[in-house]
């Protein structure tokens, strides 16, 4: 059969099959415009005017690739090149990349804004330079508090350094022996310290907290200025007296036990007297617990 036109096919049946009953319409009349209409369907629903004469009006399915030669027309715009797939967009092609702050969840380039909400790096991981697995800049690790490592050293503004926290005070206390009508101790502040214990006139022990020091060859300087006026602090240069503050005894091993570290902290006259200090101060450095020690330095005799 032939492909024909709608036209042609409707000029056809209105020939070959006429509206009477005069018995000249043939079966081959019947079966020649059937086949034509089915031969040429596919022809005239395909140059048919779909955009506005006769659009679709229900979805339209299809089981094989449905392929457009020009583009494909939304209500807002024209798509004329193939969708490249989420692997295939390059992220400097997409729009409005710098228009007002659409990524408030990211850190402007520009450096126009600080972040608006925390960052969470995961715990144990680092943040470095490199932004690989080399265990290198700053780590954050959570275990009940919030501990932070670093792998280099801290170099600051003015171009001084700080490779290590063993230089820095463990523990320090500043108190008053005269205390209050009764005798008892006033500490004025303290770090790292849990008790004061009066022995006697002039005798205390101090105890630091759990886990300052590795062991008992801590360094300990100690400063009293043995006036005792009822508990009132210094108020001129003049306002001390001769003493020795001696710091010989230490004891305690927590590794044995709840056993503290502990520290003698006794005042002294030129009499040799015991006596009460209206100032006292304790400054101690030392190795602390866990701490990798430095190499021992060589000894030399001469």
Same mark, same amino acid.
């Given at each position: 059969m032939t492909v024909r036109s709608k036209t042609d096919i409707l000029?056809?049946?209105?020939?070959?099959?006429?509206?009477?009953?005069?018995?000249s319409i043939s079966a081959?009349?019947?079966?020649?415009?059937?086949?034509?209409?089915?031969? &040429?369907?596919?022809?005239?629903?395909? &140059?048919?005017?779909?955009?506005?004469?006769?659009?679709?009006?229900?979805?339209?399915?299809t089981?094989?690739?449905?392929?457009?030669?020009?583009?494909?027309?939304?209500?807002?715009?024209?798509?004329?090149?193939?969708?490249?797939?989420?692997?295939?967009?390059?992220h400097n092609d997409l729009a409005f990349l710098t228009t007002a702050d659409p990524h408030t969840q990211y850190v402007p380039i520009s450096g126009s804004r600080p972040m608006t909400g925390g960052l &969470?790096?995961?715990?144990?991981?680092?943040?470095?330079?490199?932004?690989?697995?080399?265990?290198?800049?700053?780590?954050?690790?959570?275990?009940?508090?919030?501990?932070?490592?670093?792998?280099?050293? $801290?170099?600051?503004?003015? &171009?001084?350094?700080?490779?290590s926290a063993k230089g820095i005070a463990k523990a320090w206390i500043n108190f008053n022996t005269s205390g209050d009508a009764v005798g008892t101790p006033v500490v004025n502040e303290s770090y790292n310290i849990i008790s004061l214990e009066r022995v006697g006139t002039g005798q205390f022990n101090i105890s630091f907290a759990s886990g300052v020091f590795a062991n008992n060859y801590y360094v300990a300087m100690g400063h009293a200025n043995a006036r005792h006026d009822g508990g009132t602090l210094p108020s001129a240069g003049t306002d001390f007296a001769q003493a020795?503050?001696?710091?010989?005894?230490?004891?305690?091993?927590?590794?044995?036990?709840?056993?503290?570290?502990?520290?003698?902290?006794?005042?002294?006259?030129?009499?040799?007297?015991?006596?009460?200090?209206?100032?006292?101060?304790?400054?101690? $450095?030392?190795?602390?617990?866990?701490?990798?020690?430095?190499?021992?330095?060589?000894?030399?005799?001469?």
């Open positions: 000029s056809n049946i209105a020939t070959d099959m006429a509206d009477n009953n005069a018995g081959a009349d019947v079966r020649n415009n059937i086949t034509d209409t089915v031969d &040429s369907i596919n022809s005239i629903i395909g &140059s048919g005017d779909h955009d506005t004469a006769y659009p679709f009006i229900n979805n339209l399915r089981k094989k690739l449905f392929i457009t030669e020009s583009g494909v027309q939304f209500p807002d715009a024209t798509q004329y090149v193939a969708y490249p797939g989420p692997g295939g967009i390059s &969470s790096v995961g715990n144990g991981n680092w943040i470095s330079e490199s932004g690989g697995g080399h265990q290198q800049g700053l780590r954050f690790e959570y275990g009940g508090i919030e501990n932070i490592y670093v792998s280099g050293t $801290f170099i600051h503004s003015d &171009s001084s350094t700080q490779n020795t503050v001696g710091l010989a005894y230490r004891s305690g091993d927590e590794a044995t036990g709840s056993d503290p570290r502990k520290l003698t902290f006794y005042i002294l006259d030129d009499s040799n007297t015991y006596v009460e200090s209206e100032l006292c101060d304790l400054v101690v $450095f030392g190795r602390g617990s866990g701490v990798t020690a430095d190499t021992a330095p060589s000894i030399v005799v001469s």
